[in-house]
């Protein structure tokens, strides 16, 4: 017979499985033809979707696209 302090420990064991499962279904994607064309939207090579880069990185990253 189980006691309470092992279903306890079962219950927070799982919770780390269940998020790793299920995370990935609450992402939202985007297929290729959804992603936009950055030189079609601003004459450049730099797309931040997420807005994860600084104004200053994505000057850098314009910077060395043009140089490549």
């Not at 306890?8 to 936009?36: D, G, H, N, R, W």
């Amino acid at each position: 017979m189980k006691t309470i302090i092992t279903e306890i420990k079962q219950a927070i064991l799982a919770v780390p499985f269940y998020i790793t499962v299920l995370s990935p279904l609450c992402v939202q994607a985007l297929t290729v033809e959804e992603v936009p064309n950055p030189q079609q939207l601003n004459g450049t090579w730099v797309t931040d979707m997420a807005d994860v880069l600084s104004d200053d990185t994505e000057r850098q990253l314009r910077f060395v696209a043009i140089m490549a």
